[in-house]
């Protein structure tokens, strides 16, 4: 596969009286305690694919590209934050998202000779291919960019966009709701977006009574390995990847869920048995099954809650920023799920931490995500995602994208999840790892379900 990158272009955001945020010279926006975990973590990248036989060369540059530029522009008057950076004053306790007039959204333009349906399939897909549809995220001790994009036109195909960013500044559901508004400005050559997807700046409802800025900063300096510059905004080190590292996007039907779904009622009706508890056991014991080696291995799982309505007040639900709670099970032996009741067991795991998000305070966000560094495990799932955020639904006039890759999950042992594209309570499961283990992943997956 071969790039060609043809323009890196600055895309400001269109001047406007009305926007949400109106930048007179420069302004900033303090990170919360519900941002702050995620300030040295790496980049979220997502790429979406939209198919377009009519792609040609000359489509692309004068029509496809010049739409796109645009609506990004206009839909950045309501999202000024991401044309902007994360900083971390000296006279300042904690980071802040700092827009300044002259900011701007970097936008690659580039061109690949690569197979579209394949890059754009289910099965095994390298992911350093995948990568090459990504934007760099420029991110320094100093400053770290918010986000940038890269649209690259696979000629009579179609074409990608990926994007890329920083996960202090916005959660997945923020990040959805973006590429939704700028999807609804392109395709319908308007001005404006509709209020469900006008973001709320409003972060006075997120009051730090208890010092958790300063617990969650201490855990963050904690973790870094530089202990020299407290301040450093340097990710953690990215996961060398070798060649043999595939993504696959693994589907259950609505069906399947349904199948796996009576299984655990005939063993413990009284579970909470929702989709994304189903999906996420059945995907975690296919996983331990895999990976294989001692019965007695230590092994964990968490995954993250969106307290928008939790809090109370309530937050919008177009808060833009982060708001999510990490829950999670640590230091279950592998054996667990190893056996036939594994998956009933993994069900039941989460059914508790579903069930006791409605209980959970705030004030101890500090502690869950101290926890979840604290357990040495030698496999350890996560989820990026959610089958609630509509990724399909981000059409830009050119229908809805064919396939939405999470990439970024190659960096840990976390899973993606989302809806499934054509069919109503399905759900799509992407998943990176080695190609031996990830054949011994399909493998199970697919037996397990008709056992």
């Given at each position: 596969?071969?790039?060609?990158?043809?323009?890196?272009?600055r895309?400001?955001?269109?001047?406007?009286?009305?926007?949400?945020?109106?930048?007179?010279?420069?302004?900033?926006?303090?990170?919360?305690?519900?941002d702050?975990?995620?300030?040295?973590?790496?980049?979220?990248?997502?790429?979406?694919?939209?198919?377009?036989?009519?792609?040609?060369r000359?489509?692309?540059?004068?029509i496809?590209?010049?739409k796109?530029?645009?609506?990004?522009?206009?839909?950045?008057?309501?999202?000024?934050?991401?044309?902007?950076?994360?900083?971390?004053n000296?006279?300042?306790?904690?980071?802040?998202?700092?827009?300044?007039?002259?900011?701007?959204v970097?936008?690659?333009?580039a061109?690949?000779?690569a197979?579209?349906?394949?890059?754009?399939?289910?099965?095994?897909?390298?992911?350093s291919?995948?990568?090459?549809l990504?934007?760099?995220?420029?991110?320094?001790d100093?400053?770290?960019?918010a986000?940038?994009?890269?649209?690259?036109?696979?000629?009579?195909?179609?074409?990608?966009?990926?994007?890329?960013?920083?996960?202090?500044v916005?959660?997945?559901?923020?990040?959805?709701m973006?590429?939704?508004?700028?999807?609804?400005?392109?395709?319908?050559?308007l001005?404006?977006?509709?209020?469900?997807?006008?973001?709320?700046?409003?972060?006075?409802?997120?009051?730090?009574?208890?010092?958790?800025?300063?617990?969650?900063?201490?855990?963050?300096?904690?973790?870094?390995r530089?202990?020299?510059?407290?301040?450093?905004?340097t990710?953690?080190?990215?996961?060398?990847?070798?060649?043999?590292?595939?993504?696959?996007?693994?589907?259950?039907?609505?069906?399947?869920?349904?199948?796996?779904?009576?299984?655990?009622k005939?063993?413990?009706?009284?579970?909470?048995?929702?989709?994304?508890?189903?999906a996420?056991?059945?995907t975690?014991?296919?996983?331990?099954?895999?990976?294989?080696?001692?019965?007695?291995?230590?092994?964990?799982?968490?995954?993250?809650?969106?307290?928008?309505?939790?809090?109370?007040?309530?937050l919008?639900?177009s808060?833009?920023?982060?708001c999510?709670?990490?829950v999670?099970?640590?230091?279950?032996?592998?054996?667990e799920?190893?056996?036939?009741?594994?998956?009933?067991?993994?069900?039941?795991?989460l059914s508790?931490?579903?069930?006791?998000?409605?209980?959970?305070?705030?004030?101890?966000?500090?502690?869950?995500?101290?926890?979840?560094?604290?357990?040495?495990?030698?496999?350890?799932?996560?989820?990026?995602?959610?089958?609630?955020?509509?990724?399909?639904?981000?059409?830009?006039?050119?229908?809805?994208?064919?396939?939405v890759?999470?990439?970024?999950?190659?960096q840990?042992?976390?899973?993606?999840?989302?809806?499934?594209?054509?069919?109503?309570?399905?759900?799509?499961?992407?998943?990176?790892l080695?190609?031996?283990?990830?054949?011994?992943?399909?493998?199970?997956?697919?037996?397990?379900?008709?056992?």
């Amino acid at each position: 596969m071969t790039l060609n990158i043809t323009e890196i272009a600055r895309v400001t955001p269109a001047a406007d009286s009305d926007s949400v945020l109106n930048l007179a010279s420069s302004f900033t926006i303090p990170l919360t305690f519900f941002d702050l975990p995620w300030l040295l973590f790496n980049p979220v990248k997502r790429v979406f694919f939209y198919k377009l036989t009519e792609s040609t060369r000359e489509h692309f540059n004068s029509i496809i590209v010049p739409k796109l530029k645009l609506s990004l522009s206009l839909v950045l008057r309501n999202y000024l934050p991401l044309s902007g950076r994360v900083i971390w004053n000296p006279n300042e306790p904690k980071p802040s998202i700092v827009i300044s007039q002259d900011d701007a959204v970097s936008v690659t333009i580039a061109e690949t000779d690569a197979d579209f349906s394949h890059l754009s399939g289910y099965g095994q897909r390298p992911v350093s291919e995948l990568h090459k549809l990504l934007p760099e995220l420029p991110i320094s001790d100093e400053s770290a960019t918010a986000f940038s994009t890269q649209i690259t036109l696979f000629p009579n195909q179609g074409f990608t966009i990926g994007v890329a960013a920083h996960h202090a500044v916005l959660d997945g559901k923020t990040s959805s709701m973006f590429i939704k508004a700028w999807a609804h400005i392109c395709k319908h050559q308007l001005k404006n977006i509709p209020e469900n997807l006008t973001p709320s700046y409003d972060r006075s409802l997120i009051n730090d009574h208890t010092g958790l800025d300063e617990k969650i900063i201490e855990t963050v300096r904690f973790l870094k390995r530089d202990k020299t510059n407290i301040r450093s905004l340097t990710p953690f080190p990215s996961r060398k990847l070798g060649e043999d590292v595939v993504l696959a996007t693994l589907v259950l039907s609505r069906d399947d869920i349904e199948r796996l779904r009576e299984r655990v009622k005939n063993v413990s009706p009284s579970l909470h048995l929702s989709t994304f508890v189903i999906a996420y056991a059945y995907t975690w014991t296919c996983f331990v099954k895999a990976r294989g080696g001692s019965r007695e291995r230590s092994v964990s799982l968490l995954f993250v809650g969106d307290f928008r309505e939790r809090l109370d007040p309530k937050l919008p639900v177009s808060y833009f920023g982060n708001c999510m709670f990490p829950v999670g099970s640590y230091n279950h032996k592998a054996v667990e799920f190893m056996e036939d009741n594994g998956f009933v067991t993994a069900v039941g795991i989460l059914s508790d931490l579903v069930k006791g998000l409605s209980s959970r305070k705030v004030e101890t966000i500090g502690e869950s995500f101290a926890d979840s560094f604290a357990f040495k495990s030698t496999q350890f799932g996560a989820v990026a995602g959610s089958t609630r955020l509509g990724i399909y639904e981000s059409d830009f006039g050119w229908e809805r994208p064919v396939k939405v890759d999470v990439v970024s999950i190659d960096q840990g042992e976390s899973i993606s999840m989302a809806e499934r594209r054509d069919e109503s309570g399905g759900v799509e499961i992407g998943m990176c790892l080695k190609k031996t283990e990830m054949d011994k992943v399909l493998s199970f997956f697919k037996n397990d379900l008709h056992n």
